[in-house]
């Protein structure tokens, strides 16, 4: 993928937004931390040495040719390693968009947004994982966090943005996936799902992410860092597999998909009582929730 493929506002500021929000909320010395990537890796976030970051700039993409692969991504990864004599959580929040109705949608608009949001997201992960297990294997124990990042897009739907859609939705998969098997090595995998007011949204949503003048600002990234820091922490060492939906001050988790109401013919159905049985499936089944731009 080249350089020019990738909408360097929309990741700066999406993720800028969040990530200063976080350094905020943790104390560190922000101003002297340069802040321009997507997929970033944190060292010790709340520990006594402070918050440690280290992001993948798109000025060393430019400077590596231009290609945002497998190769960038883990040069960065160790490169925080190096610098901060370990690894303890890492997030990916890299992300652009190229909306299009279904029928409008050029491969290379799908190309586009998979190789930012999904292959960004194994890219960066596989290499800290790989990390973190040869630590295990070296009798070191480990207690690492891997935060994903999704969106409604990817939980509900979104016309228009199928492209988008079907990465989030991957990435919902690829945290149950990575906190399946990761486990077993100290490794917990969550993901947030959070709405935000980020130089990509704002493009979007103008009037809505628009900041008020006084009161609650609703759509603050700040809003969004706090559960970003919990998650990076110690604490929640047994949640593990979970999105969690941050909005203004909303909080909540995605129940995911579930196995919903259920016929049992107890042998093979025919094609004619299909029908019927699925008309009494239709009328149990509990509504989903609201489409994106319905």
Sequence with gaps: ?????????????????????????????????????????????????????????????????????LQTM??????????????????????ICRDRMFTSLSESDWDAVMAVHLKGHFCISSHAARYWREQVKGGQPVSARIINTNSGAGLQGS???????????????????????????????????????????????????????????????????????????QEPALVNGQTFEVEGGKLSIADGWRRGPELDRQGRWAASEVGDAVAQLMDRVVPPAKFYGN
């Design 1 to 69: 993928m080249k350089l020019e493929d990738i909408d360097g506002v929309e990741i700066n500021e999406a993720f800028a937004s969040v990530a200063m929000a976080w350094l905020k909320e943790t104390g560190y010395p922000y101003e002297q931390t340069n802040v321009n990537g997507g997929a970033i890796a944190l060292g010790h976030p709340l520990g006594a040495t402070g918050t440690r970051l280290m992001c993948s700039l798109l000025h060393e993409l430019e400077r590596s040719g231009g290609r945002f692969g």
């Design 74 to 95: 883990c040069e960065g990864g160790g490169q925080a390693i190096e610098t901060f004599g370990g690894l303890d959580v890492m997030v990916n929040n890299a992300g």
């Design 159 to 233: 016309i228009g943005q199928s492209n988008y859609a079907a990465a989030k939705a991957g990435i919902a998969t690829l945290t149950l996936v990575q906190a399946a098997e990761l486990g077993r090595y100290g490794i917990t995998v969550n993901a947030l799902a959070p709405a935000a007011r980020t130089g990509m949204t704002e493009g979007v949503f103008a009037d809505v992410m628009k900041k008020p003048e006084e009161g609650f600002d609703y759509f603050a990234p700040e809003n969004v860092a706090p559960l970003v820091v919990w998650l990076g922490s």
